[in-house]
């Protein structure tokens, strides 16, 4: 049998007196301690000071059917050849119609557009736009590039998709589309004029497609005297015409805003409070390892003080 060895009173005792070494360690050096906590609890105020104030302005909206569509059953596979030479959908799939309205809203393109029209990049890169001359300066090194003035479409998408968020809530079949900024009246007006920008596009294209659909039916009409394909155009075109109608008569065409977006009055951040406490956590925690860190490091840093201390006194 081997012997195991059970804990002790004069190890408990031991435990005892080094936790007791350690606390009077920590009060004989709370002068220290009191001043790496303070300096960083200061540096922390000071950090939430600067800090720039950031606004959330939401708009709550619903995706809408874009597309009548003739429906499922013998109508249209009956014309689903056709249709398909043409480019239009038969099926009128909600959910398809959504992803895409979604997916646009999200895009690149879009974004991009966007931000040009309503003058976002103006805003984001301020300091590379000259107010005066409404003109974008000459940012390159030797005063002249091949590089286009002003900021990167790029990294201006990036950037914005940073600031932009879209969630979509499948069980309410409601979208959110957020935006956080400094400025919380800007917050709210792009909110509410990207979703409008989003509306107009798909509305534009609705059309367009709806359009040079209807002329390729009119000329497979001229093409073929079968009375089955003039029926088929026919009714084809019948609902390229009614997506037309829809799409020129509906403002609010792929989203219906439910709840518009209102000009916050509460910043979302920072919390200039909750940066204060973990600046004086953290100074805390500093002073306390610096206290037990001290006798290691003194003796390497030590002659590097003297040094000075000797060229100061001369």
């Known amino acids: 049998m081997t012997d195991t060895k059970t804990p002790n009173s004069t190890d408990r005792q031991d435990d005892e007196i080094d936790l007791t070494a350690l606390w009077r360690k920590l009060v004989e050096r709370k002068k220290m301690i009191a001043q790496v906590t303070a300096v960083t609890t200061v540096l922390a105020v000071i950090y939430a000071l600067i800090l720039p104030p950031v606004y959330r302005a939401q708009v709550l909206v619903m995706p809408l059917s874009q597309e009548p569509g003739i429906g499922a059953g013998p109508l249209a596979s009956q014309y689903s050849d056709l249709a398909a030479l043409a480019g239009i959908n038969l099926s009128g799939n909600a959910d398809a119609q959504t992803q895409r309205a979604l997916a646009t809203l999200k895009s690149r393109a879009l974004t991009q557009s966007f931000m040009k029209e309503a003058g976002v990049l ?147 951040k920072p919390s200039r409070r909750l940066v204060v406490m973990v600046g004086f956590i953290l100074g805390l925690m500093a002073g306390m390892a610096a206290v037990f860190l001290q006798p290691h490091i003194q003796p390497h840093v030590q002659p590097y003080i003297d040094k000075w201390r000797k060229k100061k006194s001369k």
């Open 122 to 268: 103006q805003v984001m890169y301020s300091s590379m736009w000259d107010e005066k001359t409404k003109t974008w300066k000459d940012t390159s090194w030797f005063g002249s590039s091949d590089k286009p003035a002003g900021p990167s479409m790029e990294g201006a998408y990036r950037a914005f998709d940073g600031i932009r968020t879209v969630q979509f809530d499948r069980k309410t079949n409601l979208t959110t589309v957020i935006i956080d900024w400094g400025d919380p009246k800007l917050a709210a007006q792009w909110a509410n004029q990207l979703v409008k920008h989003v509306n107009a596009k798909l509305q534009g294209d609705a059309i367009k497609d709806a359009e040079r659909n209807i002329d390729y039916l009119r000329k497979q009409l001229a093409k073929n005297a079968t009375v089955e394909i003039q029926q088929a155009s026919y009714n084809l075109i019948e609902a390229q015409m009614k997506t037309i109608m829809v799409a020129s008569t509906r403002e609010d065409y792929a989203f219906k805003v439910i709840d518009p977006a209102v000009v916050p009055e509460q910043k979302l």
